[in-house]
């Protein structure tokens, strides 16, 4: 089982960001998927989680409205597209899918 991460970077505030997740070694399409964030020195928490075929997701409170987390099943892959980004969306980002984590990529918001 493996999932990669692609996408992060350094961004200016108000700016965006497209992350991708591929992932290997399972059945993509019978897993519900999330993307987790680790700012320095908190917790890790989730930003958001969609479901097998993509009709439900949800969002934490903090990046409602300005985040969205899409999945291509024929592609094995999640999204997570980032508009309107804040230094305090500063971390390292990673996917999460059966029972199994990415290695993260960093997202760093800064002018």
């Known amino acids: 089982v493996q999932l990669v991460e692609s996408g992060g970077g350094l961004v200016q505030p108000g700016g965006s960001l497209r992350l991708s997740c591929a992932a290997s070694?399972?059945?993509?399409?019978?897993?519900?998927m999330s993307w987790h964030r680790q700012a320095p020195g908190k917790e890790r928490e989730r930003v958001a989680r969609?479901?097998?075929?993509?009709?439900?997701?949800n969002y934490a409170d903090s990046v409602k409205g300005r985040f969205t987390i899409s999945r291509d099943n024929a592609k094995n892959t999640v999204y997570l597209q980032m508009n309107s980004l804040k230094p305090d969306d500063t971390g390292v980002y990673y996917c999460?899918?059966?029972?199994?984590w990415g290695q993260g990529t960093q997202v760093t918001v800064s002018s």
């Open positions: 070694g399972f059945r993509f399409s019978s897993y519900a």
């Open positions: 969609i479901s097998l075929t993509g009709a439900n997701t």
């Open positions: 999460q899918g059966y029972d199994a």
